[in-house]
């Protein structure tokens, strides 16, 4: 599947398009295209230029106003006049067929939306056939409601005898259309078999965790980029991989851990995102099954992110869409080190914010004020993760006497 892929060898430049409405204000906006310049930059692409509009809501046929594209056409084109040529459109959004089509066609350049560019992302990251499957399943589905797209180019042989109306318009289809059905049928089917191979793929991921023995599962949850590969690494000794881009994990990675005398089986899992789309979370149902099926859950959080609040928010509504917001939960704040703030003066009445409250008085703020055990740790720095381990101890092994009353492990026998 190359259709959302971006070259590697030579980054493209984009543009990125997002709305200013009543449900999201330029705050959030500017926020979104943030991340989106963010997944861009992951993608391969450099982002040369922003363009919002502040409107009720998208246009249905060209996704902004007819003045707004016609305001990028011309960036696109006096780009082009300086030697460097905009690759790409990319919207916030997901776009439907019809705009997809209206915008191609004012614009001639690529575009993409944010869905197809976090489809581009997966299918870089996708390394086992797990991951591979689940991804060309989420491209396949993105795929089928706008092929109509595809096969633009053969609009006038579509015309044919009807394109002058009356009767003879009705039933006579050209070319196009007949490799439309095509081509439909053929994704169809291609879809039906993925869905039976990631099938067969769960049965072997079950035969795997019934063999596992009794050991509590303990998974890595969280935003995409908080730092959840690099504490598997510590915790587990392991070499997961890890980098600062968005995605780096797509493939579920379980690793036993012993801290002291208790084992426990530790899974980090693929980060969430804001507008997650939903066919990826379909197609990567056995990736979750891993969050499904843990004991506790370890919930990740980059404290150093200026909308980490908002990732929190996401996170809890993911995991409440998996039936998953009633475990047992430990709330990791991650990336200390980056985190910036400054003491405020004695005479000083301004109101609180990240940047003047102390690390100290952090812990006693809203994030320390839940009923999850709140930690605060630097894993690049490798700080404060004695009071993690510590944590997880516990946790795990109150779970573990609850699950397993009779392990011998938990009280050895002196000699």
């Known amino acids: 599947m190359k259709e959302f892929v971006i070259s590697e060898a030579k980054a493209e430049t984009a543009i ?5 409405t009543p449900q999201q204000d330029e705050v959030k906006t500017n926020e979104y295209l943030d991340e989106l310049d963010f997944l861009a ?3 391969g692409a450099v982002t040369v230029k922003r363009y919002t509009q502040r409107v009720n809501g998208p246009n249905q ?3 902004v106003g007819k003045g707004k594209l016609e305001e990028i056409k011309t960036y696109i084109e006096n780009e082009a006049d300086e030697d460097r040529e905009v690759g790409m459109v990319i919207f916030d959004d997901e776009l439907s067929a019809k705009q997809l089509r209206n915008i191609e066609n004012a614009l001639k350049v690529k575009i993409l939306d944010r869905t197809s560019l976090i489809l581009d992302i997966f299918a870089m990251r996708a390394q086992t056939a797990n991951a591979k499957t689940q991804v060309e399943l989420a491209q396949y589905r993105y795929m089928l409601p706008r092929l109509q797209r595809l096969w633009t180019h053969l609009e006038r042989q579509r015309g044919g005898a009807g ?3 009356g009767k003879g318009s009705v039933g006579l289809r050209g070319p196009g259309e007949t490799q439309l059905e095509m081509d439909r049928r053929i994704i169809l089917q291609r879809i039906t078999l993925l869905k039976q191979r990631l099938v067969d793929i769960e049965k072997q991921k079950n035969t795997q965790r019934k063999n596992r023995g009794r050991l509590i599962r303990v998974a890595l949850v969280g935003y995409t980029n908080v730092g959840k590969s690099t504490i598997m690494n510590i915790l587990a000794k392991s070499d997961v991989f890890a980098e600062n881009k968005l995605f780096a994990t797509l493939d579920t990675t379980v690793r036993k851990v012993v801290i002291e005398n208790l084992p426990f089986l530790l899974a980090d899992t693929v980060g969430f995102i804001r507008k997650l789309p939903t066919d990826l979370v379909d197609s ?3 990736t979750l099954d891993e969050v499904r099926e843990a004991d506790l859950l370890v919930h990740v959080i980059d404290i150093s992110h200026p909308d980490f609040e908002e990732q929190v928010k996401v996170v809890k509504n ?8 009633e475990k047992p939960m430990i709330m990791v704040f991650n990336k200390i080190d980056n985190y910036h703030w400054v003491d405020k003066e004695p005479d000083d009445l301004t109101p609180e914010t990240k940047e003047n409250v102390t690390l100290d008085e952090l812990k006693k703020t809203w994030m320390a004020r839940h009923d999850e055990d709140c930690i605060f740790v630097s894993a690049k720095l490798k700080e404060n993760l004695d009071e993690l381990r510590d944590t997880l101890y516990r946790k795990v092994r109150e779970l573990h006497v609850q699950k397993y009353p009779y392990n011998d492990f938990l009280y050895p026998v002196d000699d």
């Open 61 to 63: 046929v060209t996704y």
């Open 318 to 325: 993911t995991l409440k869409d998996l039936d998953c917001a």
């Open 163 to 165: 394109a002058g109306g």
């Open 284 to 286: 990567f149902k056995s």
């Open 16 to 20: 990125l398009v997002g709305l200013i």
């Open 41 to 43: 930059d992951t993608a």
